[in-house]
T-cell receptor, first 115, second 114 residues
Framework: GDSVTQMEGPVTLSEEAFLTINCTYT??????LFWYVQYPGEGLQLLLK?????DKGSNKGFEATYRKETTSFHLEKGSVQVSDSAVYFC??????????????FGKGTMLLVSP | EAQVTQNPRYLITVTGKKLTVTCSQN?????MSWYRQDPGLGLRQIYY???????DKGDVPEGYKVSRKEKRNFPLILESPSPNQTSLYFC???FGPGLGNTIYFGEGSWLTVV
């Protein structure tokens, strides 16, 4: 079955540092890939997505590139802010998941950014 | 505004007392799902529904029931809650099959069973 593996946290950074959160996946089909963010006390928000190899998803300064050859979708940001402190989830959906309509999640990575 | 609305947002209940968490979406989505989120485990799917009167088990369905009598609503029912069902629950919805399909989530329902 499908699975998503992401680096364990917490990831602790100072403001303006560079961020990388690693994510790799296994899938039976050709998946779409997502990053979701969960701010403290809130629900899940879609941060960015990519639907085919070499696509780059981007939003709010975050980027991730769909790398089919390495089955990876690492999240990056050049300069983090305190307000980026949250839990980040990598996820995929593939044709077998009700036609891309449900998600397989990683376990989440907590990011803590200090001033 | 596109929304997935869950209620209650916070609930403390006792073992064995039946409860229902409601979920409603205003986007005319066909597909709806329930997930639970637990520390160190991420989100796991409980049940899903492909359309009215069509439901199926996800990865962790034990102890839960669902129904889909109307397109917009997908309640999660705990007939006899137990402490291991203490968790954060998310309802989700999407239009249906499609590459890059965006899945929308509710704000979550914190449930504690004592």
């Amino acid at each position: 079955g499908d699975s998503v593996t992401q680096m364990e946290g917490p990831v602790t950074l100072s403001e303006e540092a560079f961020l990388t959160i690693n994510c790799t996946y296994t899938a039976t089909g050709y998946p779409s890939l997502f990053w979701y963010v969960q701010y403290p006390g809130e629900g899940l928000q879609l941060l960015l997505k990519a639907t085919k190899a070499d696509d780059k998803g981007s939003n709010k300064g975050f980027e991730a590139t769909y790398r089919k050859e390495t089955t990876s979708f690492h999240l990056e940001k050049g300069s983090v802010q305190v307000s980026d402190s949250a839990v980040y989830f990598c996820a995929l959906s593939d044709p077998g998941d009700m036609g891309y309509s449900t998600l397989t999640f990683g376990k989440g990575t907590m990011l803590l950014v200090s001033p | 505004e596109a929304q997935v609305t869950q209620n209650p947002r916070y609930l403390i209940t006792v073992t064995g007392k039946k409860l229902t968490v409601t979920c409603s979406q205003n986007m005319n989505h066909e597909y709806m799902s329930w997930y639970r989120q637990d520390p160190g485990l991420g989100l796991r799917q409980i049940y899903y529904s492909m359309n009215v009167e069509v439901t199926d088990k996800g990865d962790v369905p034990e102890g839960y029931k669902v129904s889909r009598k109307e397109k917009r609503n997908f309640p999660l029912i705990l007939e006899s809650p137990s402490p291991n069902q203490t968790s954060l629950y998310f309802c989700a919805s999407s239009f249906g099959p499609g590459l890059g399909n965006t899945i929308y989530f509710g704000e979550g329902s914190w449930l504690t069973v004592v």
